[in-house]
């Protein structure tokens, strides 16, 4: 098998889910997402205990998938489990016996190591990359091995990808954690605090050189933890801004965008915990009519796969 030229994004959110049908606790029932929203007809599924997961919404250019995060396994999705999950395409929550996060135990390394989607694009001859920048002090940790390392970015490294950092950031060829520069450029005035659609812009034209470009975003999943609708708000519509920058420089005929999380939180702020709600995948670009239905977790690197391999 040998890769298509299809550029592919990989956004992942921590800690979304499909939330319930209840304005006081649910963000996305109450926020502008205007690029979001214009996907599904101006519309956000809420939970309905009788539907099956699979696909739930359909616009123009774009699916919404409801996929299972908990994987047949009791108690509340987390973070290691369900991105280790998320990016192999393997239940590391039955492998491993429990949930567990946040980040992957050492039980589950050797499956990241050899499977993960950065490093399965990588063997099919094609590039990939962690777009995310890392701050000086992080990457100094690493090199001394005492810095702790998210699932997405053990993957990165696993696979032979250079994580990037400052210089990267100053020259628009990275993105922020927290999409807006804002807490780099307390620290360093040289980077500038950008938008949330011109960080999607940036995104976008640095997806141009890669098959396969990746970013984490984890502010969800802090929002939920915080139960501030206020708070959640803001950080949705951050989400938003940069989808609709990162939209603008791709091609929904060629290039492809799947936006997923690991388990639900921030769509349900009557609780500080995870939730076990299904999680939505948003797919955007043309879906092949062969495509696989996704319907878990562990559905979404097959998928991906699928629409970037070619005979």
């Known amino acids: 098998m040998s890769l298509s030229a299809r550029?592919?994004?990989?956004?992942?959110?921590?800690?979304?889910?499909?939330?319930?049908?209840?304005?006081?606790?649910?963000?996305?029932?109450?926020?502008?997402?205007?690029?979001?929203?214009?996907?599904?007809?101006?519309?956000?599924?809420?939970?309905?205990?009788?539907?099956?997961?699979?696909?739930?919404?359909?616009g123009e250019h774009a699916r919404l998938y409801a996929a299972d995060a908990c994987l047949g396994v009791p108690g509340l999705p987390q973070s290691g489990t369900g991105t280790t999950s998320l990016l192999t395409g393997v239940n590391a929550a039955r492998l491993l016996g429990q949930h567990a996060g946040p980040f992957p135990p050492a039980a589950l390394r050797p499956l990241l190591r050899a499977q993960n989607l950065f490093s399965r694009v990588r063997q099919l001859g094609g590039t990939a990359t962690l777009a995310n920048a890392f701050p000086p002090f992080y990457l100094e940790r690493l090199e001394r091995g005492r810095a702790r390392r998210t699932t997405m970015t053990q993957a990165a490294l696993a696979a032979g990808l250079r994580l990037r950092d400052i210089e990267d950031l100053k020259r628009g060829r990275a993105l922020s954690a927290f999409i807006t520069n804002e807490?780099?450029?307390?620290?360093?005035?040289?980077?500038?605090?950008?938008?949330?659609?011109?960080?999607?812009?940036?995104?976008?034209?640095?997806?141009?050189?890669?098959?396969?470009?990746?970013?984490?975003?984890?502010?969800?999943?802090?929002?939920?933890?915080?139960?501030?609708?206020?708070?959640?708000?803001?950080?949705?519509?951050?989400?938003?801004?940069?989808?609709?920058?990162?939209?603008?420089?791709?091609?929904?005929?060629?290039?492809?965008?799947?936006?997923?999380?690991?388990?639900?939180?921030?769509?349900?702020?009557?609780?500080?915990?995870?939730?076990?709600?299904?999680?939505?995948?948003?797919?955007?670009?043309?879906?092949?009519?062969?495509?696989?239905?996704?319907?878990?977790?562990?559905?979404?690197?097959?998928?991906?796969?699928?629409?970037?391999?070619?005979?």
């Not at 304005?23 to 997402?33: G, K, M």
């Not at 307390?186 to 640095?206: H, K, M, T």
Request: charged share 20%; glycine share 6%.
């Open 7 to 58: 550029r592919v994004v990989f956004v992942f959110l921590d800690g979304v889910g499909i939330g319930p049908p209840n304005v006081a606790v649910n963000p996305f029932l109450t926020t502008q997402l205007p690029t979001l929203r214009r996907l599904f007809g101006n519309a956000w599924p809420v939970t309905l205990d009788s539907r099956p997961l699979g696909l739930w919404a359909e």
């Open 183 to 311: 807490r780099w450029n307390r620290v360093a005035p040289f980077i500038p605090v950008i938008s949330p659609e011109e960080a999607g812009v940036r995104l976008g034209r640095l997806a141009q050189s890669y098959t396969l470009t990746a970013f984490e975003f984890f502010q969800t999943d802090h929002a939920g933890h915080r139960r501030n609708m206020l708070f959640a708000a803001e950080v949705l519509s951050r989400v938003d801004g940069l989808l609709k920058g990162l939209f603008s420089e791709l091609d929904s005929k060629r290039d492809f965008v799947v936006i997923a999380s690991d388990h639900g939180n921030c769509e349900d702020l009557s609780t500080n915990q995870h939730t076990r709600n299904p999680v939505p995948v948003v797919v955007w670009g043309a879906v092949a009519p062969d495509a696989p239905v996704i319907r878990r977790i562990t559905d979404v690197v097959h998928f991906i796969l699928h629409h970037m391999e070619k005979d």
